[in-house]
């Protein structure tokens, strides 16, 4: 080997080496965490819900900002201006209770703890003030909206009928969100509980409808309110209770895979879709008919209207940030789409008092739910 080539072949083993120290170095400097970092309590869509062309209808809001998220869209400054208005109209103009409230909002331990609610950097661009003022104006405008624009919407002056309607929809959007302790902070700072007073909201709201005249109008799950992070959470879990699968569980199928048929052809085969008692989607159950000729499925009864496939997709879009295997709304949701593949099947549900639809067409219906069964 001549001097040149043996440089040459000097060169390559001190690149090599150096190459290989420098992967080395990195990888004992790099810390690998075997759990996946703590969900944010309120979070972003997914990206890849954000990148899609359906993002800006069904996660954005529409009429009202609340929280950091959409704070500062053009489209959402004729409410914003109206806030402190509808704050000191909800107070009676009392001065006193706003200063309350902002004593306890505005503590720096307080404001950090509500930031941490958020994305990390998603709230940097506000000071401290802005960011309280922030969440004390929305939570004003949240109990204003429910006390009075929510149950009277007729003596609402300040906004139209459009803004009244899309503003209950943009209040239960996955990014459109407070903690649920700045509401537990300004209502106690007038001294009244919350939970009773956002009850009736919770209700109207929920897709899931008890079946009347049996038992009471509305079935409450019990739960404590604060023991949620927003309002989202709160109705998912009126719906779903925080029912768990057992840590032991594993489906194990035996034999081939087969496919759920839809509804149309289960009504052929002798089963029969009766509406459940209980308003939580867990609730799924199946019996023998006499002499096992026919069997009964009871089913959660969901109402479809204008804004269902709005809180379906957000509540839909928070089971996957909870990175939680007890997704019951989607279960629920591709349950619905495996029994749902023509107009006919949404008929039968229909009929059988499972669905309550607001829609068109059952065709409508049937699109809805397999649209929202591949998010």
């Known amino acids: 080997m001549t001097s040149a080539q043996d440089q040459n072949q000097g060169n390559i083993e001190a690149t090599s080496d150096m190459i290989f120290h420098s992967i080395s170095d990195s990888a004992r400097n790099t810390t690998v965490t075997s759990q996946p970092p703590s969900p944010v309590r309120i979070p972003r869509a997914p990206k890849t819900v954000r990148e899609s062309d359906d993002y800006m209808e069904y996660y954005v809001p529409k009429v009202v900002s609340i929280g950091p998220y959409h704070f500062g869209r ?3 400054k004729p409410v914003e201006k109206l806030k402190a208005h509808f704050a000191m109209k909800y107070l009676d103009q009392r001065e006193d209770l706003i200063r309350s409230a902002c004593n306890k909002l505005c503590e720096p331990k307080m404001v950090q703890e509500l930031r941490d609610f958020y994305e990390e950097n998603s709230t940097i661009d506000f000071s401290d003030m802005d960011f309280a003022k922030m969440m004390l104006l929305d939570a004003f405008f949240i109990l204003y909206y429910k006390t009075y624009i929510f149950n009277r919407p007729e003596n609402c ?8 309607k899309f503003a209950h929809r ?4 996955l990014e459109n969100q407070i903690p649920y302790k700045v509401l537990i902070e ?3 700072s007038m001294g009244v509980p919350l939970q009773e007073s956002l009850e009736s909201f919770i209700e109207v709201s929920t897709f899931v409808t008890p079946v009347w005249p049996k038992g009471r109008r509305f079935i409450r ?7 949620c992070d927003h309002i989202l959470h709160i109705l998912q879990r009126s719906v779903t209770d925080n029912v768990k699968v057992p840590s032991d569980y594993e ?3 035996k034999g081939d ?4 048929r839809n509804a149309g052809e289960l009504a052929n085969s002798g089963i ?5 008692d209980s308003m939580l989607l867990s609730n799924v159950k199946f019996s023998r008919g006499w002499w096992r000729f026919s069997a009964n499925v009871k089913l959660p009864r969901i109402k479809v209207n204008g804004f269902t496939k709005h809180i379906l997709l957000n509540l839909i879009a928070y089971e996957i940030s909870l990175r939680d295997k007890n997704a019951w709304v989607k279960s629920y949701v591709c349950l619905l789409d495996s029994l749902i593949d023509h107009p006919e099947d949404v008929r039968i549900l229909r009929k059988a008092w499972v669905l309550e639809t607001f829609l068109g067409s059952d065709e409508e219906v049937a699109k809805l739910f397999n649209e929202i069964a591949t998010v």
């Open 186 to 188: 300004v209502k106690g």
């Open 74 to 76: 053009p489209a959402l």
């Open 257 to 260: 895979w087969c496919t759920l």
């Open 157 to 164: 002056q300040e906004l139209e009928d459009s803004q009244i």
């Open 221 to 227: 799950n019990i739960f404590k309110f604060d023991e």
């Open 251 to 253: 489906f194990t199928p």
């Open 170 to 173: 943009d209040l239960l959007l």
């Open 272 to 276: 029969h879709f009766k509406p459940s």
